[in-house]
Protein backbone atom coordinates (compact mmCIF):
# COMPACT_ATOMS: atom_id res chain seq x y z
CA UNK A 1 0.00 0.00 0.00
CA UNK A 2 1.51 3.49 -0.69
CA UNK A 3 2.29 6.00 1.31
CA UNK A 4 -0.52 9.09 1.88
CA UNK A 5 1.76 11.04 0.18
CA UNK A 6 2.31 8.96 -2.80
CA UNK A 7 -1.91 8.81 -2.92
CA UNK A 8 -2.37 12.32 -2.91
CA UNK A 9 0.07 12.92 -5.60
CA UNK A 10 -1.07 10.04 -8.10
CA UNK A 11 -4.45 11.01 -7.06
CA UNK A 12 -3.87 14.52 -8.42
CA UNK A 13 -2.20 13.29 -11.62
CA UNK A 14 -5.40 11.48 -12.50
CA UNK A 15 -6.99 14.43 -12.37
CA UNK A 16 -5.00 16.29 -14.72
CA UNK A 17 -4.95 13.32 -17.05
CA UNK A 18 -8.98 13.26 -16.76
CA UNK A 19 -8.38 17.30 -17.42
CA UNK A 20 -6.11 16.69 -20.48
CA UNK A 21 -8.25 14.19 -22.28
CA UNK A 22 -11.49 16.18 -21.69
CA UNK A 23 -9.43 19.19 -23.17
CA UNK A 24 -8.54 17.35 -26.31
CA UNK A 25 -12.34 16.27 -26.76
CA UNK A 26 -13.29 19.45 -26.72
CA UNK A 27 -11.35 20.74 -28.89
CA UNK A 28 -11.73 17.95 -31.37
CA UNK A 29 -15.39 18.62 -31.12
CA UNK A 30 -15.95 22.28 -31.71
CA UNK A 31 -15.65 24.76 -34.06
CA UNK A 32 -13.39 27.27 -32.80
CA UNK A 33 -9.78 26.30 -33.91
CA UNK A 34 -9.32 29.56 -36.09
CA UNK A 35 -11.80 32.83 -36.97
CA UNK A 36 -11.88 35.76 -38.48
CA UNK A 37 -13.21 38.54 -41.01
CA UNK A 38 -13.44 38.02 -44.94
CA UNK A 39 -14.16 40.59 -47.73
CA UNK A 40 -16.08 39.97 -50.46
CA UNK A 41 -13.82 41.06 -52.48
CA UNK A 42 -15.87 40.78 -56.23
CA UNK A 43 -18.92 42.63 -54.60
CA UNK A 44 -16.74 45.40 -53.21
CA UNK A 45 -15.10 45.93 -56.45
CA UNK A 46 -18.04 45.80 -58.78
CA UNK A 47 -19.73 49.02 -56.86
CA UNK A 48 -16.52 50.55 -56.70
CA UNK A 49 -16.77 50.56 -52.62
CA UNK A 50 -14.89 53.38 -50.74
CA UNK A 51 -13.11 52.82 -46.93
CA UNK A 52 -16.24 53.81 -45.33
CA UNK A 53 -18.30 51.29 -47.61
CA UNK A 54 -16.04 47.78 -46.71
CA UNK A 55 -18.04 47.05 -43.86
CA UNK A 56 -21.13 46.38 -45.98
CA UNK A 57 -18.84 43.62 -47.51
CA UNK A 58 -17.02 42.41 -44.62
CA UNK A 59 -18.60 38.80 -42.85
CA UNK A 60 -17.17 36.53 -40.52
CA UNK A 61 -15.80 33.20 -40.71
CA UNK A 62 -14.77 30.22 -37.87
CA UNK A 63 -14.42 26.52 -38.08
CA UNK A 64 -12.54 23.70 -36.70
CA UNK A 65 -11.23 20.16 -37.74
CA UNK A 66 -14.55 18.85 -38.80
CA UNK A 67 -17.25 22.24 -39.61
CA UNK A 68 -17.62 25.57 -39.05
CA UNK A 69 -19.67 29.05 -40.59
CA UNK A 70 -19.35 31.56 -43.00
CA UNK A 71 -21.07 34.28 -42.92
CA UNK A 72 -20.58 36.75 -45.98
CA UNK A 73 -21.87 40.25 -46.96
CA UNK A 74 -21.72 40.72 -50.46
CA UNK A 75 -23.93 43.89 -50.28
CA UNK A 76 -27.26 41.56 -49.85
CA UNK A 77 -26.71 41.36 -46.33
CA UNK A 78 -25.51 38.77 -43.83
CA UNK A 79 -25.67 34.87 -45.33
CA UNK A 80 -24.60 32.74 -42.95
CA UNK A 81 -23.26 29.17 -44.66
CA UNK A 82 -22.53 25.78 -43.06
CA UNK A 83 -19.27 24.57 -43.31
CA UNK A 84 -18.61 20.84 -43.37
CA UNK A 85 -14.61 20.11 -43.59
CA UNK A 86 -15.22 16.10 -44.27
CA UNK A 87 -16.46 15.01 -47.04
CA UNK A 88 -16.28 17.17 -49.37
CA UNK A 89 -13.88 20.11 -48.30
CA UNK A 90 -11.23 17.97 -47.34
CA UNK A 91 -10.12 17.25 -51.11
CA UNK A 92 -9.82 21.04 -51.71
CA UNK A 93 -7.40 21.52 -48.47
CA UNK A 94 -4.43 19.95 -47.82
CA UNK A 95 -5.76 16.67 -46.73
CA UNK A 96 -2.92 14.94 -45.79
CA UNK A 97 -2.09 17.32 -43.48
CA UNK A 98 -5.46 17.77 -42.04
CA UNK A 99 -5.87 14.29 -41.57
CA UNK A 100 -2.55 14.09 -39.81
CA UNK A 101 -3.71 17.08 -37.37
CA UNK A 102 -6.64 14.85 -36.38
CA UNK A 103 -4.82 11.35 -36.03
CA UNK A 104 -2.24 12.76 -34.10
CA UNK A 105 -4.61 13.97 -31.70
CA UNK A 106 -6.46 11.03 -31.43
CA UNK A 107 -3.57 9.03 -30.55
CA UNK A 108 -2.60 11.90 -27.81
CA UNK A 109 -6.02 10.90 -26.29
CA UNK A 110 -4.71 7.22 -26.30
CA UNK A 111 -1.92 8.05 -24.55
CA UNK A 112 -3.43 9.77 -21.66
CA UNK A 113 -5.99 7.34 -21.27
CA UNK A 114 -3.37 5.04 -20.96
CA UNK A 115 -1.21 7.81 -18.36
CA UNK A 116 -4.73 8.00 -16.42
CA UNK A 117 -4.92 4.28 -16.14
CA UNK A 118 -1.16 4.17 -14.67
CA UNK A 119 -2.07 7.20 -12.34
CA UNK A 120 -4.99 5.07 -10.95
CA UNK A 121 -3.08 2.08 -10.57
CA UNK A 122 -0.40 3.84 -8.60
CA UNK A 123 -2.54 5.48 -6.62
CA UNK A 124 -3.93 2.17 -5.23
CA UNK A 125 -0.90 -0.32 -5.24
CA UNK A 126 2.88 -0.25 -5.60
CA UNK A 127 4.32 -1.64 -8.47
CA UNK A 128 6.95 -4.08 -8.70
CA UNK A 129 7.99 -3.31 -12.27
CA UNK A 130 9.38 0.23 -12.64
CA UNK A 131 7.89 0.57 -16.45
CA UNK A 132 4.52 0.70 -14.21
CA UNK A 133 5.20 3.42 -11.36
CA UNK A 134 6.96 6.73 -12.34
CA UNK A 135 9.00 5.66 -15.23
CA UNK A 136 6.09 4.50 -17.12
CA UNK A 137 4.07 7.88 -16.51
CA UNK A 138 6.32 9.42 -17.80
CA UNK A 139 7.24 7.61 -20.74
CA UNK A 140 3.34 8.09 -21.48
CA UNK A 141 3.02 11.56 -20.31
CA UNK A 142 5.79 12.22 -23.07
CA UNK A 143 4.57 10.37 -25.99
CA UNK A 144 1.20 11.80 -25.34
CA UNK A 145 2.63 15.81 -25.19
CA UNK A 146 4.74 14.95 -28.15
CA UNK A 147 2.10 13.50 -30.53
CA UNK A 148 0.15 16.59 -29.17
CA UNK A 149 2.40 19.37 -30.23
CA UNK A 150 2.66 17.59 -33.65
CA UNK A 151 -0.71 18.50 -34.17
CA UNK A 152 -0.59 21.80 -32.97
CA UNK A 153 2.46 22.31 -35.32
CA UNK A 154 0.62 20.50 -38.58
CA UNK A 155 -2.47 22.86 -37.90
CA UNK A 156 -0.50 25.97 -37.58
CA UNK A 157 1.38 24.91 -40.77
CA UNK A 158 -1.91 24.90 -42.66
CA UNK A 159 -2.91 28.10 -41.32
CA UNK A 160 0.13 30.12 -42.06
CA UNK A 161 1.47 28.41 -44.82
CA UNK A 162 -1.16 26.33 -47.10
CA UNK A 163 -3.68 29.57 -46.41
CA UNK A 164 -6.30 27.17 -44.97
CA UNK A 165 -8.73 30.18 -44.19
CA UNK A 166 -8.69 31.22 -47.83
CA UNK A 167 -9.54 27.91 -49.09
CA UNK A 168 -12.22 27.05 -46.72
CA UNK A 169 -14.07 30.72 -47.13
CA UNK A 170 -13.72 30.23 -50.93
CA UNK A 171 -15.08 26.80 -51.03
CA UNK A 172 -18.38 26.75 -53.53
CA UNK A 173 -17.95 30.41 -54.75
CA UNK A 174 -18.24 30.81 -58.56
CA UNK A 175 -18.90 34.94 -58.63
CA UNK A 176 -17.50 36.11 -55.52
CA UNK A 177 -13.90 36.00 -54.04
CA UNK A 178 -12.95 36.62 -50.71
CA UNK A 179 -10.25 37.74 -48.78
CA UNK A 180 -9.09 36.91 -45.58
CA UNK A 181 -8.43 40.17 -43.56
CA UNK A 182 -7.49 39.15 -40.34
CA UNK A 183 -7.76 35.40 -38.48
CA UNK A 184 -7.00 34.21 -35.45
CA UNK A 185 -6.26 31.42 -33.45
CA UNK A 186 -9.34 30.83 -31.25
CA UNK A 187 -10.39 28.93 -28.12
CA UNK A 188 -10.48 25.65 -29.45
CA UNK A 189 -6.78 25.37 -30.33
CA UNK A 190 -5.53 26.83 -27.43
CA UNK A 191 -7.60 23.81 -25.23
CA UNK A 192 -5.53 21.51 -27.34
CA UNK A 193 -2.03 23.76 -26.01
CA UNK A 194 -3.31 23.41 -22.28
CA UNK A 195 -3.54 19.50 -22.97
CA UNK A 196 -0.04 19.84 -23.94
CA UNK A 197 1.10 21.56 -20.88
CA UNK A 198 -0.75 19.32 -18.61
CA UNK A 199 1.34 16.68 -19.28
CA UNK A 200 4.05 18.90 -18.44
CA UNK A 201 2.56 19.48 -14.67
CA UNK A 202 1.64 15.62 -14.67
CA UNK A 203 5.55 15.19 -14.99
CA UNK A 204 6.10 17.50 -11.85
CA UNK A 205 3.62 15.76 -9.69
CA UNK A 206 4.90 12.53 -10.55
CA UNK A 207 8.60 13.80 -9.61
CA UNK A 208 7.00 15.01 -6.66
CA UNK A 209 5.12 11.81 -5.13
CA UNK A 210 9.48 10.52 -5.09
CA UNK A 211 10.13 13.22 -2.28
CA UNK A 212 10.15 11.59 0.98
CA UNK A 213 8.37 13.56 4.03
CA UNK A 214 10.06 13.20 7.51
CA UNK A 215 7.82 11.56 9.81
CA UNK A 216 6.97 13.01 12.87
CA UNK A 217 8.47 11.75 15.89
CA UNK A 218 7.38 11.79 19.22
CA UNK A 219 9.03 14.09 21.69
CA UNK A 220 11.81 11.54 24.27
CA UNK A 221 11.55 12.23 27.99
CA UNK A 222 13.83 13.70 29.35
CA UNK A 223 16.26 11.06 31.02
CA UNK A 224 15.89 10.86 34.71
CA UNK A 225 19.17 10.42 36.82
CA UNK A 226 19.99 6.92 38.03
CA UNK A 227 20.53 6.86 41.51
CA UNK A 228 23.07 3.82 42.60
CA UNK A 229 24.11 2.77 46.04
CA UNK A 230 27.55 4.25 45.37
CA UNK A 231 26.53 7.60 44.76
CA UNK A 232 24.22 7.65 48.13
CA UNK A 233 27.78 6.60 49.84
CA UNK A 234 29.04 9.43 48.66
Request: overall charge positive; some cysteine.
Amino acid sequence: MPSLWKRLTFSFATLLCVLSATLLLVALATERWVSGRILCGTGAELVSANCSELDKFTGHIYYGLFQGQKTRRCGLGNRSTKIYIFPTLVHTLNTGLHVMVIVFLLVAVGFTLLSLSFSIYNARKVPYQSIKGPTGLYIWNTIAGVFGSLAVLCFLAAVRHHRLTERVSNYQENLFHFSILDERLDWSFWLGVASIATHGVVCVVVAMSRIKLPKPQNKKQSEQPTVTAEVLMY
